[in-house]
């Protein structure tokens, strides 16, 4: 993709003026991160990391991203109702990764006592790189969908007028109107009101599971903010919290500090450093109660990275999705090459072909957050390693995604401005909301762009790798 911003990013001392603005609007529009230094408190804050311009986007693959998000939001429904392919999918899995296990075994303790939860809500982002294909042409690829605590919905909604600003403050009035409104706080809101509707308890309130050290506050405030505009009140609880004040009655409706709760919203439990033995109890008793979870503990299990490998065998959109031969074209064209690594003849092939070429391939456990996948020499390392053992389960394979670089400048606090070659990520907000067996709503709700330097192969914003930006398209 060439930029268009090429030749404004050869001057240096223009490039720092601009910068100056942009960090200032960033600021007042509340594009704002906690410190690293002081991550439970608002008293200082900072700008969150952000390129200078909005980044080159083809239109096509922007509208089919789009596109395919309702696909997205019902093939995880549908994998979340069907306990025979969660337990067959991650049945290797458990047995070779604990907190995988540890979430499969609340799962089957509540489907065993019987789910009292009726209404379900999916407020999810499904992730995507462009492949470079060989004939120049992008593709655009999935990495990841992410159904639990997906972020950055509430930052992305405040950032294009950052973008619009730099444009105008250049005179580039036509290019600064070319930058994507983006809501997606709005439409989360949305979903987490209509399940709370459907609840139906007038006084019910939302608890929204929170880290003590939450650097992205701000990020879950807007989602805060557009719910109390519809007079819907959130009570931000940690897991201990729930652990010593949390009850359920004998209908299994959920309190806390004596007050029902319609939804709960997860904002942690997402990685294994988050659950202590009493945590993991307070996520059981939230699973038990026939409060709308976001996610229930299948719809989390459903954005694990094996759930998603299984997902591009053949045959599987197809049993998942009868009827439905469009939506899993749609969906199968955005998949990536994805492979086992089960013990046998199938995961011994993948593994030969990552050892023979290892930059076409990532290496990824379990895990969500970023900061986990192996790439280049560590893969080969690690799967010299795992070759042999059982453990290698608990990991998949990945086809690398090499998009084409750009040219950008990213935004840091305390760093100097400077112009370096990037790629980016495009997500996706989803949003559905699920009545026993009546899906009453299924959205997307806007999209998060992500822009990180070519020498990061992982990480997102929150590990302080990507920045946030957003889509130009052309
Ligand atoms: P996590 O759940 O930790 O976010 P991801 O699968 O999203 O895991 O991977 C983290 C990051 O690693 C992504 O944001 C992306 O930058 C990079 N990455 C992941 N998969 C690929 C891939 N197949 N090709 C290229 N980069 C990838
Ligand atoms: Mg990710």
Known sequence: MATSWGSLLQDEQLLEELARQAVDRALAEGVLLRTTQEPSSSDVVSYAPFTLFPSLVPSA??????????????????????????????????????????????????????????VFLGLNRSDYMFQRSADGSPALKQIEIN??????????????????????????????AKVLSNNPSKGLALGIAKAWELYGSANAQVLLIAQEKERNIFDQRAIENELLAKKIHVIRRRFEDVSEKGSLDQDRRLFMDGQEIAVVYFRDGYMPTQYSTQNWKARLLLERSCAVKCPDIATQLTGTKKVQQELSRAGVLEMLLPGQPEAVAR?????????????????????????????????????????NNLYGEEMVQALEQLKDREERASYILMEKIEPEPFANCLLRPGSPVRVVQCISELGIFGVYVRQG???????????????????????GVAAGVAVLDNPYPV
């Open 331 to 371: 969906l199968r064209a955005t998949f990536a090459g994805l492979y086992s690594l089960d013990m046998g003849e199938e995961g011994d092939q993948a593994i030969n072909e990552a050892l023979a070429a290892p930059n076409r391939f990532v290496l990824k456990p379990q895990r969500e957050g970023g900061g």
């Open 147 to 176: 159904t639990i605590s997906a972020s950055f919905g509430g930052l992305a909604s405040r950032t294009p007028a950052v973008h619009q600003h730099v444009l105008n403050v250049l005179n580039k009035t036509k290019e600064a």
């Open 61 to 118: 693959l922007l509208e089919q991203a789009y596109a395919v998000q309702m696909d997205f939001n019902l093939l995880v429904d549908a994998v979340s109702q069907n306990s025979a392919f969660l337990e067959q999918t991650l049945s290797s899995t458990i047995k070779m990764d604990n907190f995988t296990a540890h979430l499969f075994d609340i799962y089957k303790q509540v489907l065993g006592e019987g789910i009292a939860q009726t």
């Open 437 to 459: 067996k009546t899906l009453v709503m299924n959205k997307h709700v806007g999209h998060l762009l992500r822009t990180k330097a070519i020498e990061h192969a992982d990480g």
